[in-house]
């Protein structure tokens, strides 16, 4: 795809000495009305080599921003539960290009910064997701017929074609965020239909055998490594329901599985293109997790090498004292009341760790440095809002100038990652203005604390946002976040 693309970058580059209109994110809206199109946009501050690879690393962000533009959507249109389906990169890269999308970018040679922007028309894409959701609920229709006979069913196969499943449902969650809202189009019944075979099936199934954990991963792993004939790749920690939540459970799968792959000559190295990405489902009475083996270029998953899944009833998880089910009220309430009504009044910012920005894990111990980039000057002020709801301040009324936009920078500060463990969440807020003061009291441990409850505390800046804006032209204001889990 990057040959391919040559071309429209030295287009871009050719034709960088005129600043076009979308770089400036206030007048996105007028170009790119959000009713019609998906946008997403980025900037990088060019480094050493070619003006080529900046641009081109600028547009592989620029591209997964567009999608997470539409995970927002789709997750903020849903109910507290009927996203868990829908991740970050449940839009491929290849679905984004069937649906017509197109890129444009501009170097700034004067301070070395690439700018790119992907958008597409949301009408444009609901051909290509329609045409994915149809193959995936083909193929499960063609795998329970073909075990329509068996008595004994297999549930390695089963598990298979319930991740398929899962793929129909994130497809079938995208469409009424285009426009769809057919229940014919969007095959609602049907998935509901192979939802209770497929678990009907795995009552049925002998998933309560006398197979160890141990011997279940083993299987799993010999499928992978027949599939891919990859021999190294890193593990991703082993999240709940494609969140970001973790539990003992997910910590115990790493450990099992960092002893059998070396039994298939398989090193498990730290910093690799391939990652091996687990999440796990409860299934009646079992726990079903779900593997994909995929080469990253950067945070965009570029290539699935083999996928396979593997049941482990539950009986044998509560025998070893290990927890599998996290409480799923800190994901709701992340999902309605805080991280996805994401504000940006005139101004782009985003947060991100030395880990990147999804699935991170830190264990108690660790120290966190955080970066901050933003497209505008802005006062930021950062809250750590922990698993109880205490909110921490972190920084207040920090400034970035005009000289430091479009820069990824290091905040200066030291902060240390402690238990209580648990999911916790990092909260920026940017202003033109400096920020009001926020009510604070010291804990016991010197901790800055705020005193409002986080959810009045959130809105009641963004109600003060909204009205600054209306009063004046040239006030703007945005937000980022992360959500971090703390592991023992």
């Not at 209109?21 to 998906?38: C, I, V």
């Not at 998953?301 to 009220?329: C, H, M, Q, T, W």
């Amino acid at each position: 795809m990057r040959s391919a693309l040559l071309a429209v970058f030295l287009v871009g580059y050719i034709g960088c000495y005129a600043q076009p209109d979308w770089l400036n994110p206030a007048s996105l809206e007028d170009l790119y009305p959000n009713k019609s199109y998906l946008v997403g946009y980025s900037s990088l501050e060019k480094s050493e080599g070619p003006v080529l690879i900046a641009l081109d690393d600028v547009i592989d962000f620029a591209i997964l921003n567009l999608g997470e533009s539409l995970f927002l959507e789709v997750v903020s249109a849903s109910d507290e539960t009927a996203s868990e389906y829908f991740l970050p990169n449940s839009i491929s890269r290849q679905v984004l290009y069937d649906g017509g999308m197109k890129v444009e970018t501009h170097y700034d040679s004067i301070n070395e910064i690439a700018y790119a922007m992907a958008y597409l028309k949301k009408k444009q894409l609901i051909k290509p997701v329609f045409i994915e959701l149809s193959n995936a609920l083909n193929e499960v229709k063609s795998g329970l017929n073909q075990m329509q006979s068996d008595d004994d069913p297999d549930s390695r196969e089963l598990s298979r074609l319930s991740a398929i499943l899962l793929l129909a449902k994130a497809r079938s969650e995208t469409l009424p965020r285009l426009g769809v809202s057919n229940p014919v189009i969007l095959k609602t019944t049907q998935i509901n239909l192979y939802d209770n075979l497929i678990s009907e099936r795995l009552s049925k199934a002998k998933t309560a055998s006398s197979l160890s954990i141990d011997e279940r991963l083993k299987i799993m792993v010999q499928s992978i490594i027949n599939e891919s004939d990859i021999k190294a790749f890193q593990l991703a920690p082993t999240t709940y329901k494609n969140t970001d939540l973790v539990s003992t459970f997910s910590g115990y799968l790493e450990d099992e599985l960092i002893k059998v792959l070396p039994e298939y000559e398989v090193e498990v190295v730290e910093e690799s293109k391939f990652k091996l990405i687990s999440s796990y489902w409860l299934k009646d009475d079992n726990v079903l997790v779900a593997f994909s083996l995929k080469q990253f270029d950067g945070e965009e998953a570029v290539n699935v090498f083999a996928s396979e899944s593997v049941f482990i009833p539950k009986a044998d998880l509560l025998e070893k004292g290990l927890v599998f089910y996290p409480d799923e009220r800190h994901v709701s309430r992340v999902r309605s009341e805080f991280l996805l009504n994401k504000a940006n009044g005139g101004v782009q910012v985003n947060l991100t760790t030395q880990k990147g920005t999804r699935r991170l894990v830190f264990e108690s111990g660790d120290d966190l440095s955080l970066y901050v980039s933003t497209t505008r000057p802005v006062f930021i002020s950062l809250l750590n809002i922990w698993d109880d709801g205490t909110q921490v301040l972190m920084m207040e009324n920090y400034y970035i100038g005009k000289d430091r936009i479009n820069q990824t920078i290091e905040l200066p500060f030291e902060w240390n990652v402690k238990c209580p463990c648990g999911t916790e969440y990092i909260k920026l807020i940017a202003e033109k203005n400096p920020l009001t003061p926020m009510a604070i009291e010291k804990d016991e441990n010197g901790f800055k604390v705020v005193v409002k409850d986080f959810r009045e505390n959130v809105e009641g800046i963004r109600a003060r946002q909204k009205d600054l804006q209306s009063k004046q032209k040239d006030f703007y204001f945005g937000e980022s976040h992360l959500v971090i889990t703390t592991t023992q």
